[in-house]
């Protein structure tokens, strides 16, 4: 089928330029020649590069509305995929936690819902992948579940996590300043202090435990700190084979970052710190922040502000992290604010997500490559709104607003 968008404002690699766009056989077939086949007038619009998303864990909404209320994982997953399609995401990587923790990030309920993905693949409407957000205190299962996920159709990456780590952390010390995990200068809270059973309350909740069984599983898994490093030597190797991209999660020091580059995992995903960040672009490193955090004007958590980021050279790929929408939202809160140019900014939540995983074939409307287009409705000003997605040339989505 040949579609050829009129009238746009397309979003070229570099540049901003009115043209017609012909796509034909899934990938886009021309720029800026006469119209052929289908014609959608996008007068108006623009028609920019679909979204890809590295990083995003708001399908568990979906399959955990409430607290430990569970929904039928394939409901969740058709919902998920369909909510995608809307906010403009052609390419999504599900951040599916394998972790220690029962309950909403088990491992089991993680391999559950790889499985679902993979079954429902041709129901779904826009590229739906995952990333292993590896716990990397959870062992025996979890590795299984990695292998097995490597060697399934959905080309998954690895996220190197340690919130154990995190949450075993001094009670003077906060997450941004926490030494490297596997360094003498790391130091740790009691397990027999008060204030762990706070800090942890939450955790318990999600859990679906008491907080006195929460504490006694975490006593037996800190345990585990002296195999760990073995353990994502062996994780980072079965990825490099696999030749999947691999991500460390939340780094504080240079020290962290030159860790797991050594392993192969070449992007930092929201570093924490800028002597992280600067450790990342030293060695060229890919730099990933969470869009939500660019979206709301900062860190909900203290941490490095996206902003500043963008504008210091020191961000390639923005991830929804939590939120969807907070892709499109956090390109126009900095679009406002002057951040970067637009073409710049659009990049952030295309070209830069898409080569950071090895996609070379998406992210820029190049002629020849796959024709993952969005059309935005954004008013100067206002707040722009998807219109429609197209999926190597595919509807995945079209809205058509009442005005």
């Given at each position: 089928?040949?579609?050829t968008?009129?009238?746009a404002t397309v979003?070229?690699?570099g540049?901003?330029?009115?043209?017609?766009v012909t796509?034909?056989?899934?990938?886009?077939?021309?720029?800026?020649?006469?119209?052929?086949?289908?014609?959608?007038?996008?007068?108006g619009?623009?028609?920019?590069?679909?979204?890809?998303?590295?990083?995003?864990?708001?399908?568990?909404?979906?399959?955990?509305?409430?607290?430990?209320?569970y929904f039928?994982?394939?409901?969740?997953?058709?919902?998920?995929?369909?909510?995608?399609?809307?906010?403009?995401?052609?390419?999504?990587?599900?951040?599916?936690?394998?972790?220690?923790?029962?309950g909403?990030?088990?491992?089991?309920?993680?391999?559950?819902?790889?499985?679902?993905?993979?079954?429902?693949?041709?129901?779904?409407?826009?590229?739906?992948?995952?990333?292993?957000?590896?716990?990397?205190?959870?062992?025996?299962?979890?590795?299984?579940?990695?292998k097995?996920?490597?060697?399934?159709?959905?080309?998954?990456?690895?996220?190197f996590?340690d919130?154990?780590?995190?949450?075993?952390?001094?009670?003077?010390?906060?997450?941004?300043?926490?030494?490297?995990?596997?360094?003498?200068?790391?130091?740790?809270a009691?397990?027999?202090?008060?204030?762990?059973?706070?800090?942890?309350?939450?955790?318990?909740?999600?859990?679906?435990?008491?907080?006195?069984?929460?504490?006694?599983?975490?006593?037996?898994?800190?345990?585990?700190?002296?195999?760990?490093?073995?353990?994502?030597?062996?994780?980072?190797?079965?990825?490099?084979?696999?030749?999947?991209?691999?991500?460390?999660?939340?780094d504080?020091r240079?020290?962290?970052?030159?860790?797991?580059?050594?392993?192969?995992?070449?992007?930092?995903?929201f570093?924490?710190?800028?002597?992280?960040?600067?450790?990342?672009r030293?060695?060229g490193?890919?730099?990933?922040?969470?869009?939500?955090?660019?979206a709301?004007?900062?860190?909900?958590?203290?941490?490095?502000?996206?902003?500043d980021?963008?504008?210091?050279?020191?961000?390639d790929a923005?991830?929804?992290?939590?939120?969807?929408?907070?892709?499109?939202?956090?390109?126009?809160?900095m679009d406002l604010?002057?951040r970067?140019?637009?073409?710049?900014?659009?990049?952030?939540?295309s070209?830069?997500p898409?080569?950071?995983?090895?996609?070379?074939?998406?992210?820029?409307?190049?002629?020849?490559?796959?024709?993952?287009?969005?059309?935005?409705?954004?008013?100067?000003?206002?707040?722009p709104?998807v219109q429609?997605?197209?999926v190597?040339?595919?509807?995945?989505?079209?809205?058509?607003?009442?005005?």
């Open positions: 089928m040949t579609v968008f009129e009238g979003y070229l690699p540049q901003i330029a009115e043209a017609s796509v034909a056989d899934g990938k886009i077939a021309e720029i800026g020649a006469q119209t052929q086949g289908e014609v959608i007038d996008a007068t619009l623009i028609l920019a590069p679909a979204l890809v998303d590295v990083h995003g864990d708001a399908f568990e909404r979906q399959l955990m509305p409430r607290p430990n209320t039928p994982t394939d409901v969740a997953v058709l919902d998920t995929d369909r909510q995608l399609a809307a906010n403009g995401i052609a390419t999504a990587y599900h951040a599916i936690t394998l972790g220690w923790e029962p909403l990030r088990a491992v089991e309920r993680g391999r559950a819902l790889i499985q679902a993905l993979i079954d429902l693949a041709p129901r779904l409407t826009v590229e739906n992948r995952v990333q292993l957000r590896w716990e990397t205190f959870s062992f025996d299962e979890a590795f299984e579940t990695i097995w996920a490597l060697q399934a159709p959905l080309t998954p990456s690895i996220a996590n919130h154990t780590s995190m949450t075993m952390r001094a009670f003077d010390t906060s997450m941004q300043d926490r030494a490297f995990e596997h360094s003498p200068d790391f130091t740790t009691s397990l027999d202090d008060d204030r762990l059973r706070q800090r942890t309350a939450g955790h318990a909740k999600r859990s679906g435990m008491d907080e006195d069984s929460y504490l006694a599983l975490l006593r037996k898994v800190w345990d585990r700190r002296g195999d760990v490093p073995d353990t994502i030597a062996q994780v980072a190797e079965a990825g490099k084979t696999a030749g999947a991209p691999m991500l460390s999660h939340d504080t240079a020290e962290t970052r030159a860790y797991f580059r050594s392993l192969g995992a070449t992007a930092a995903e570093p924490m710190v800028i002597e992280a960040a600067e450790a990342a030293a060695n490193d890919t730099i990933i922040f969470g869009a939500p955090n660019g709301r004007g900062g860190s909900h958590i203290g941490s490095l502000g996206v902003g980021m963008v504008e210091a050279g020191l961000c923005l991830a929804s992290d939590y939120f969807y929408p907070s892709m499109l939202a956090a390109v126009a809160k604010e002057k970067a140019d637009r073409s710049t900014l659009w990049s952030l939540v070209d830069g898409a080569r950071s995983m090895g996609l070379t074939d998406r992210g820029h409307l190049v002629t020849g490559k796959r024709a993952d287009l969005v059309l935005v409705d954004w008013p100067e000003g206002g707040t709104a429609g997605t197209w190597a040339g595919r509807c995945a989505y079209q809205g058509t607003p009442l005005g």
